[in-house]
């Protein structure tokens, strides 16, 4: 079990950048594998990225090569860094624990990207 709070969402111009942050508490965070995912209203929910337990990473088409996920097991938290954002980044941004077949999920927020 694990409780997720994420923070760093917010308004950004094209071309921006934002850290988004996802605090882990309630289990053995450096356990889990974490993903970060998005989701814009009529749209299945995707995956954009993942960090194993030992910081193996992977990315969605979409976002590879300008986003960044990390984890500080340490601090119970994990990042994504997201650079030269484009207005079809604007979603809601969850952030996910894993393990086997327990599901965790934070509640969201919010990234818009202007034009």
């Known amino acids: 079990q694990v409780q997720l709070v994420e923070s760093g969402g917010g308004l950004v111009q094209a071309g921006g950048s934002l850290r988004l942050s996802c605090a882990a508490s309630?289990?053995?965070?450096?356990?889990?594998?974490m993903g970060w995912y998005r989701q814009a209203p009529g749209k299945q929910r995707e995956l954009v990225a993942t960090?194993?337990?030992?910081?193996?990473?992977g990315y969605a088409d979409a976002v590879k090569g300008r986003s960044t996920i990390s984890r500080d097991n340490a601090k119970n938290t994990v990042y994504l860094e997201m650079n030269s954002l484009k207005p079809e980044d604007t979603d809601v941004y969850y952030c996910?624990?894993?393990?086997?077949?327990?599901?965790?999920w934070g509640q969201g927020t919010q990234v818009t990207v202007s034009s």
């Open positions: 960090i194993t337990s030992g910081g193996r990473t």
């Open positions: 996910k624990a894993y393990r086997l077949h327990s599901n965790y």
């Open positions: 309630g289990s053995i965070f450096s356990m889990y594998l």
